[in-house]
Nanobody
């Protein structure tokens, strides 16, 4: 069983919305921070958003602030990334990750396999 499984990717027109989900297995039970990353072709992977301590604090990349929202539902061991006002430059493979809160950063130990998001103009 994979520790993290993403779903919810797809194709959408610019201005549209998608909600990505990340289902966590029992292997990740000690994790207390979760993040979403993305990687576009020929580009480096970048962090999109991070959530710490069961929803206590969040971080967003400047490129997605005000458009994306990270959240998690602890009882269901599921994380989400709500993406609104999508732009073509948001097109990428999106990955979720889980890890240990080290105070000012998340040490990621588990990764999902990714879900593709494609935004057309």
């Amino acid at each position: 069983q994979r520790p993290l499984v993403e779903s919810g990717g797809g194709s959408v027109q610019a201005g549209g919305s998608l909600r990505l989900s990340c289902a966590a297995s029992r292997d990740t039970v000690r994790s207390n921070c979760m993040g979403w990353f993305r990687q576009a072709p020929a580009k480096e992977r970048e962090v999109v958003a991070t959530i710490y301590g069961g929803g206590g604090s969040t971080y967003y990349a400047d490129s997605v602030k005000g458009r994306f929202t990270i959240s998690q539902e602890n009882g269901k061991n599921t994380g989400y990334l709500q993406m609104n006002s999508l732009k073509p430059e948001d097109t990428a493979m999106y990955y979720c990750a889980a890890g240990i809160d080290r105070g000012s950063w998340c040490e990621y130990n588990y990764w999902g396999q990714g879900t593709q998001v494609t935004v057309s103009s």
